[in-house]
């Protein structure tokens, strides 16, 4: 543990380069509140911080800036939890509010507000569809032979899929069919559809053609994506985040492969992490970057992440304490769904 000079001096240096994104040097840190020793004094503690793995000096000539292990030590024991200001809460609260439709729109609408909120990228991780309830069905005809099969999701999803039908099928045995499908589908989730179709338990109509095409319904409706969701939004802010190109393009690239991005969040969120510093998240494209999330809750179920992803000397306070009420919030609207 450092005692409470190297304490005040790592962390101005960290709120520094946060700041400035430059070196810091010990004239500087001198000047901070908190630090009221001398110039020589400081520069003593910054080389013994150096030693201790906190800082590291860039250039020989040049300031300190914080490692990882500097980073978490602020994040674990200096930085206060900030408080949102009442313009940023109302903004969040503005947006739920107005909040509606489906919901791959209020996920990526959602990213698109940690974005500006943080100057960051954001990640928004959502419910697997699979956990989705039917709220209805319907099958309707769109020619002679084929007919769509339309189910409207609990978490306000609709989704649909073309199947086939015989040629001389009636509107009277299509009817049947969608009344049956619906009084089937209607409170079961979407991950239960393989124990309904062909190759499960029988549609049991008593009509031979009424169940043909309730299960041909089912069985289309299995090819529905049960993936989680995920929407990064704000890449482009992290091209200003690093001076080399190559740390632009591998951090980018990184980002578009969407299975990397949803491992990387859920393994930080079932390690009990809130922040994942550099190395610590285990993406080696992403070592030069930060990861801060925090876990969407519905009536006390995980169901999906938020989070924001920006170099390691992003402004850790405002980034918790922005995760932490937009994951709030979005909780609270899709438990109303």
Request: proline content about 3%; glycine content about 8%; aromatic content about 4%.
């Amino acid at each position: 543990m450092l005692d409470e000079r190297k304490t005040a001096i790592l962390s101005a240096v960290v709120q520094e380069y946060i700041t400035t994104a430059q070196p810091v040097g010990s004239s500087h840190i001198a000047r901070a509140s908190g630090v009221g020793v001398s110039s020589a004094t400081v520069r003593n503690e910054m080389a013994v911080l150096e030693q201790e793995g906190y800082l590291i000096q860039p250039h020989t000539s040049a300031g300190r800036i914080p490692t990882d292990k500097g980073y978490r030590f602020f994040v674990d024991h200096l930085a206060a939890p900030r408080r949102i200001d009442a313009a940023t809460s109302r903004q969040v609260g503005d947006f739920f509010e107005a909040a509606h439709g489906r919901l791959e729109e209020m996920l990526h609408q959602t990213s698109d507000l940690l974005t500006k909120l943080t100057r960051n990228a954001a990640v928004v991780l959502g419910p697997k569809a699979e956990a989705a309830t039917i709220r209805s069905a319907q099958i309707v005809r769109l020619s002679p032979n084929a007919a769509t099969v339309v189910l409207v999701l609990g978490n306000g999803n609709v989704e649909n899929e073309v199947i086939a039908i015989d040629d001389d099928t009636s509107d009277a045995v299509l009817a049947a069919a969608s009344v049956h499908l619906a009084r089937t589908l209607t409170g079961e989730t979407l991950g239960s559809l393989g124990s309904l179709g062909s190759s499960g338990i029988a549609i049991g109509t008593g009509d031979e053609r009424t169940d043909a095409i309730c299960a041909a319904a089912i069985d289309a409706m299995q090819l529905v994506s049960t993936d989680a969701h995920v929407y990064v939004g704000g890449a482009s802010n992290l091209a200003d985040s690093f001076d080399a190109v190559d740390v632009v393009r591998q951090v980018l690239h990184t980002l578009e492969q969407q299975f990397v991005v949803v491992s990387l969040v859920r393994d930080i969120v079932d390690r009990g992490m809130s922040v994942a510093i550099g190395v610590e998240h285990g993406v080696e494209p992403l070592s030069a970057c930060s990861v801060v999330v925090a876990p969407i809750v519905v009536d006390g179920e995980h169901i999906g992440s938020v989070g924001v992803l920006g170099p390691t000397r992003m402004n850790y306070p405002q980034a918790l304490a922005t995760v932490d009420i937009v994951s709030n919030r979005l909780g609270r609207r899709l438990g109303e769904t």
